[in-house]
T-cell receptor, first 110, second 114 residues
């Protein structure tokens, strides 16, 4: 089945720094989403982005479907950005299953 | 307010005692799904449903049952829970997958099986 790999697994930043998180997937996908899991365990939608580029405030994401990767950019990071970032894909197999990456754990220091 | 709700939020039970975790959404979504989250393994899909009376297995369905008798509800049933089902469970919903719509997640249910 499809493999979804995220890098880096862990990231520590000083407040105000920028970062790039990467999601690689091994096969074609219909759907890709980025989520933030906050320290209380809540999963928050960031982007639905099977292709192209989107921006929402300090966050933006780009998916290059033909090269099978997606990037999440966080600019001017804040302590509230801490948590785990997941990408999830729906493979182009017609099964409507979702596969999550193992996440990038981000800690932003004040 | 558009939301996915789960109950209970926390549950401690004993091996073999049947339990049900409820999930409800008020967005008229066709697609609903259950995931479990374990340290180091990310989220793994247990079961999903395309619509009423249409369910299918995800990657880790063993030991779980689901039903979809109404569009808004998608309960997760553990007939005989075991300690390896101790986990954080999430329910999610979206408009029909493949119609390119995003999933919305419930707040999670933390289950401990002793």
């Amino acid at each position: 089945g499809i493999q979804v790999e995220q890098s880096p697994p862990d990231l520590i930043l000083q407040e105000g720094a920028n970062s790039t998180l990467r999601c690689n997937f091994s096969d074609s996908v219909n759907n890709l989403q980025w989520f933030h899991q906050n320290p209380w365990g809540q999963l928050i939608n960031l982007f639905y982005i099977p292709s192209g580029t989107k921006q929402n405030g300090r966050l933006s994401a780009t998916t290059v479907a033909t090269e099978r990767y997606s990037l999440l950019y966080i600019s001017s990071s804040q302590t509230t950005d801490s948590g785990v970032y997941f990408c999830a894909v729906e493979p182009e197999t017609g099964t409507y299953k979702y596969i999550f990456g193992t996440g990038t754990r981000l800690k932003v220091l004040a | 307010e558009a939301q996915v709700t789960q109950n209970p939020r926390y549950l401690i039970t004993v091996t073999g005692k049947k339990l049900t975790v409820t999930c409800s959404q008020n967005m008229n979504h066709e697609y609903m799904s259950w995931y479990r989250q374990d340290p180091g393994l990310g989220l793994r899909q247990i079961y999903y449903s395309m619509n009423v009376e249409v369910t299918d297995k995800g990657d880790v369905p063993e030991g779980y049952k689901v039903s979809r008798k109404e569009k808004r509800n998608f309960p997760l049933i553990l007939e005989s829970p075991s300690p390896n089902q101790t986990s954080l469970y999430f329910c999610a919903s979206s408009h029909l997958a493949g119609a390119q719509d995003e999933q919305f997640f419930g707040p999670g249910t933390r289950l401990t099986v002793l």
